[in-house]
């Protein structure tokens, strides 16, 4: 009696321990850093380099949070024990020494550290800031300082040059000008990622691979190989892979600017859409070169709030990218967009691409309205990010995107075009219809030489001229009536239609052959083929409209229909594939 009784715990009670390492306290550290606690911050970081002492992130994640609340003796005894300690390939170390020490008016410790990082950083991300600062400290010391080497400018008029080509969509020629700057410098790592880069544009998958673990064999942290790499995966299908992956960069805390936009875009290819979010959002709020007056980064934060239910807030930043770019379509698209996922009941659920441009869809849309217009209007031909979607379309899209593609090659008509469409013809893989609609479209533009294609598994070697195997020749006349059926048909019928028209002259003098049909009237046979092209893809025409357009008499150009058609069975192919008669009422009985 007087004791005290001990409650037994319920039987049911489940204790759930937390998991208690790095990505636990770097994600606690990123609340805080997001409520401005930067004490707590401060710890948070520090128990994550404690469980992952060989990571440099979380060494350089609590080095910039230290910078940022003054501390800048304590983050340079970090910056100096990652390059002394954990990975002496991290140069930018240095440049953010020098900071500290520029910070604290130790000028000359600033000079030592910003000199040391220009001649050993192979990458120049900090090469503008870093000039800048050497100006401040020559006013500073009164005298010029200037360092023995810069080594990121190794190849930089190159690099540029090729990075220029890359913007500018011209993948084929970016490759050949980085492969050669790679050749002369084997450590210009930049290189190797745009290297990387461009062949993933141009749909070279298993090359685009192999130049980006070049790239991280070197600098296993490089941080745009590891984006790269992660939207390589992505595309590929490597799950696993690329689970492990996300989840080292949802670590990564990015110090500079540049890094913070990589990781955010990357993030939100990913599908990371709400990581995306905060990372766009941080560098708006920062700032930074001139974040304020960029249309791009206000309809990539305004993508990231409505991939997040976030859709008042995208509205907004997407009127804020009409303002700064009032010439551009693409603001006025997704508000359209907005204000149709607001009527519906439940909303769509679609996640918008991040890209600054009109979805693929509606280029494509955009290319059937311009489908007989030459050329296309500047905004698809010259965009890059078009042209990677078409060079990837081509190599991996279904047989109808590829007919699409093939066709706005056709407006396109430069070098780039012309050597993917001739790779094209070597891949033995792909249809034998599509491959003769590639050679079609490249005499179109220009192409002159003999082709090398493989037809049927066989390499063959096929003449510049129509593609006519069965005919053991080809004479000039004949290619005077397509010449008169194009030049009538020019922006009125697109290019497949055009090839398709061939295709039928092809078929007619194949089957009629050794026998040649008369030419005395070439207008006629061309007619004749318009027309029968024409009803193949169900357009209303009469033979009046024909005779008027080819100054001859209608009854011509009904007996060339009737001569083709009875060699091709045309009608009869016709009737049973619109099951019914192609013919207009409005034609006068045969």
């Not at 004791?3 to 636990?24: G, H, N, W, Y």
């Not at 056709?410 to 013809?425: M, P, R, S, Y």
Request: aromatic share 10%; proline share 5%.
């Amino acid at each position: 009696m007087g004791r005290k009784k001990r409650v037994a715990a319920p039987e049911d009670r489940k204790i759930i321990a937390l998991q208690m390492d790095a990505t636990f306290f770097f994600e606690r550290a990123v609340r805080s850093l997001d409520r401005y606690r930067y004490d707590k911050a401060i710890k948070y970081f520090r128990r994550a380099c404690d469980y992952e002492p060989e990571n440099p992130v979380n060494h350089c994640n609590l080095a910039g949070i230290l910078s940022e609340v003054g501390k800048y003796n304590e983050s340079n005894q970090i910056l100096q024990k990652i390059v002394d300690e954990v990975d002496p390939s991290m140069t930018e170390c240095y440049f953010y020494m020098a900071n500290n020490f520029a910070n604290m008016e130790d000028f000359e410790a600033a000079e030592k550290a910003i000199i040391h990082y220009l001649e050993h950083d192979e990458e120049g991300q900090f090469l503008q800031e870093s000039e800048e600062m050497m100006e401040f400290l020559s006013c500073e010391l009164e005298h010029p300082a200037e360092p023995a080497t810069i080594k990121s400018r190794e190849g930089l008029f190159e690099h540029d040059k090729a990075r220029s080509l890359l913007e500018q969509g011209q993948f084929g020629e970016a490759v050949k000008q980085l492969k050669k700057l790679i050749k002369k410098y084997p450590d210009f790592l930049a290189a190797r990622n745009n290297l990387a880069l461009a062949y993933y544009y141009m749909g070279h998958f298993a090359k685009a691979m192999e130049t980006i673990h070049q790239v991280l064999e070197q600098e296993e942290g490089n941080l745009h190989a590891l984006c790269n790499l992660a939207i390589f995966y992505q595309h590929l299908g490597e799950k696993e892979k690329l689970g492990r992956l996300t989840g080292l960069l949802r670590k990564t805390y990015p110090y500079h600017q540049e890094h913070v936009f990589k990781l955010a875009t990357t993030m939100g290819i990913l599908g990371e859409h709400e990581a995306a979010y905060l990372l766009f959002r941080r560098i708006l709020k920062s700032g930074a070169c001139g974040a304020e007056g960029d249309p791009c980064l206000y309809h990539y934060l305004a993508v990231a709030c409505a991939n997040t239910d976030r859709y008042a807030e995208a509205e907004r930043h997407w009127r804020e990218t009409a303002k700064l770019d009032p010439k551009s379509e693409v603001p006025a698209f997704y508000l359209n967009l907005m204000e149709k996922r607001r009527t519906m009941a439940p909303p769509e659920r679609s996640y918008l691409s991040y890209h600054y441009h009109l979805p693929f869809e509606e280029q494509f849309r955009a290319i059937g309205q311009s489908a007989v217009e030459d050329p296309l209007p500047d905004k698809i031909r010259k965009d890059p990010l078009v042209r990677s979607s078409f060079f990837w379309a081509l190599r991996h899209g279904d047989l109808e995107t590829k007919l699409q593609v093939i066709q706005a090659f056709g407006l396109i008509g430069d070098q780039e075009v012309t050597e993917a469409l001739l790779e094209f013809l070597l891949d033995p893989e792909e249809n034998d219809y599509l491959k003769r609609l590639a050679m079609f479209v490249l005499r179109h533009i220009g192409w002159t030489e003999p082709f090398r294609v493989v037809m049927d598994k066989e390499v063959l070697t096929a003449d510049p001229r129509p593609y006519a195997p069965a005919l053991p020749e080809w004479e000039e006349s004949w290619s005077g009536v397509l010449r008169l059926a194009f030049a009538s048909m020019n922006k009125r019928f697109d290019l497949v239609q055009q090839h398709d028209l061939e295709t039928l002259w092809i078929e007619y003098l194949s089957r009629v052959h050794p026998k040649k049909p008369r030419l005395q009237k070439p207008e006629g046979w061309a007619a004749a083929l318009e027309y029968l092209t024409a009803k193949m893809h169900r357009r209303a025409v009469t033979y009046e409209e024909m005779a008027v357009r080819y100054q001859i008499s209608p009854n011509t150009i009904r007996t060339c229909v009737k001569h083709i058609d009875d060699a091709c069975k045309l009608r009869e192919k016709m009737n049973a594939i619109f099951s019914g008669p192609p013919t207009d009422e409005s034609e006068p009985s045969q």
